[in-house]
């Protein structure tokens, strides 16, 4: 068999998005445990643009190790291409979605082809596109493993203590913060699911976009003050984090707990004196949580909102869109499906 090459965004340097290059690369070969996903759909998230700019927003003891040059991304939807001989339940022409290696940086999903670990993959609703399934998997397990079901004992590199997600119910108030973002808009509704009354906090314009989904309270930053307005919350999920953090403390209810998904910073005679608990978790690959993220996706419960869409060979102008802020839902990178391996005829062509 010939070798195949692939076209696939990569990182020589570090910098902003015009550092993203569309080379030709090998087609990965798949190891053991791993099938290889011809790719559809990539989800634009985070750690891509950290990974980008050499992760200079993390402590430098909590950077990942990585070398250049580097494929990124680690959301995919697409189809099993082939099987590494000791994978049982997936076969060639599966639909699937993952989030891969997560929180490692070897996702490599930028790309026309991907070698994936099975246990990190969950088939693809059949009701949804690739688009929208790609737009899930960080995201939606983001959102889950605050949220739901923590489905692994790795303590977060921010805190010692294992993080204990809150049980939601009829009598739970959750507050989200930067509710019209990717894990903002799923934990909206995978609160509501749970029968949560859910505040969103975010910008006006997306007001009727987070009413849609299930708000029952609506929040305008840029013209209230959260923190004045709120009282007696049971949960503060905080996707937006930073200096200002802290502030949404004094929403809660004694007892209640604060959870950064994006690190904040927190003062701990302050926590202690209002007697709530700042507590947050590392999203990891989980192909089972996934699975159950995928039945309320097929079933409608839980949708994934596409904010915008680019081709793989414009992933600059994917981040370039991530930098402007105000994402509502995901960004989301769409393959050509105009190469195959192995099943062109003369010339190449299909």
Do not use: C
């Not at 909102?305 to 060979?313: R, V």
């Not at 992933?315 to 062109?344: F, T, Y």
């Amino acid at each position: 068999m010939p070798t195949h090459t692939m076209r696939a965004v990569r990182l020589h340097e570090h910098g902003g998005p015009e550092v993203l290059r569309y080379d030709e690369v090998p087609v990965p070969e798949p190891g053991p445990g791993e099938v290889l996903v011809r790719v559809h759909a990539v989800g634009v998230n985070p750690p891509d643009w950290y990974l980008r700019d050499g992760m200079s927003n993390l402590p430098p003891e909590t950077r990942p190790k990585f070398d250049l040059p580097v494929i990124p991304g680690t959301d995919v939807s697409g189809v099993v291409e082939a099987v590494a001989a000791d994978v049982d339940g997936l076969a060639v022409g599966d639909e699937v979605f993952g989030l891969l290696r997560f929180p490692s940086f070897d996702g490599s999903t930028y790309a026309e082809y991907v070698a994936a670990p099975a246990a990190d993959l969950a088939r693809k609703p059949a009701g949804i596109s690739h688009v929208h399934a790609a737009g899930a998997p960080m995201a939606g397990l983001t959102a889950w493993q605050f949220l739901i079901e923590l489905g692994h004992d790795h303590p977060s590199p921010f805190q010692e203590a294992q993080h204990r997600p809150v049980p939601l119910g009829t009598g739970t108030t959750v507050l989200i913060n930067g509710a019209a973002g990717g894990v903002g808009h799923l934990a909206l509704q995978l609160a509501k699911w749970k029968g949560a009354h859910v505040i969103a906090v975010a910008s006006g314009a997306h007001e009727p976009f987070l009413r849609e989904l299930g708000a029952d309270e609506f929040i305008d930053y840029t013209s209230s003050r959260p923190e004045e307005l709120v009282r007696d919350a049971d949960v503060v999920l905080d996707t937006v984090g930073g200096p200002h953090s802290s502030r949404f403390l004094r929403t809660l209810k004694r007892g209640g707990s604060q959870f950064p998904v994006f690190f904040g910073e927190f003062d701990e005679e302050e926590t202690a004196k209002l007697g709530v608990t700042v507590t947050g978790t590392q999203v990891r690959s989980n192909g089972a949580q996934l699975a159950e993220l995928g039945r309320l996706l097929e079933a409608g419960t839980v949708r994934v909102a596409i904010d915008s869409t680019f081709a793989l060979s414009d992933a600059r102008a994917a981040h370039e869109r991530a930098a402007q802020g105000h994402i509502r839902g995901k960004i989301v990178l769409v393959v050509a499906q105009d190469r195959s391996l192995g099943h062109s005829g003369p010339g190449g062509s299909r």
